[in-house]
């Protein structure tokens, strides 16, 4: 009876579910990506709060336009990061995860360009707007390279799509149109 015992709990008691909140390295992003993301996340950060103490501005537009762009990559590439770093990405209901996180990436990458080449254009030469026009550089340098990191890792998402072979079996709807109403 003991025999019996042991065969019947190894396979009948439940065993504990070990959950991890960090899912790294994981199918959409990789170790290295993960702490080029980090990096991002605290340049944005830090982009952002030396912007916001600027106090004054004689031609504010490109102050303006830093802020919207640091505060915006540094919110949305910390819920990216969050998203891409756990589990709760398989909750939202969106299935091309590479090719969000490399659209968003690129287009953060050039946008943090301009607002920190119009700011270092534009500003009062304080120390504070350029240290702040320094860390909008350095996430600059950061976006880019989690974009290059990105192609050198997996390509571009949106091309390979476009390569796989066409599907050309016939479908009922399409019988119907190639018929010209001749059934």
Known sequence: MATTDTVYNTTTEQQPKTRKWLNVPSENLETIRFGIKVIEVLLSFVAFVMEEVVSNCSHCGPLYFFEFVSCTAFLFTMLLLILLATTLHKKVGIDIW????????????????????????????????????????????????????????RGIPCQMRNNQPADHTPRPESEKLNSNGTE
């Open 98 to 153: 590479p090719t969000l996180d490399f659209v968003y990436t690129t287009a953060m990458a050039f946008l943090f360009l301009i607002a920190s080449v119009v700011f270092a254009a534009d500003n009062g030469q304080t120390g504070l707007e350029k240290g702040t026009v320094a860390f909008g550089f350095m996430a600059t340098i950061a976006f880019f390279a989690d974009f290059g990191f990105f192609l050198k890792m």
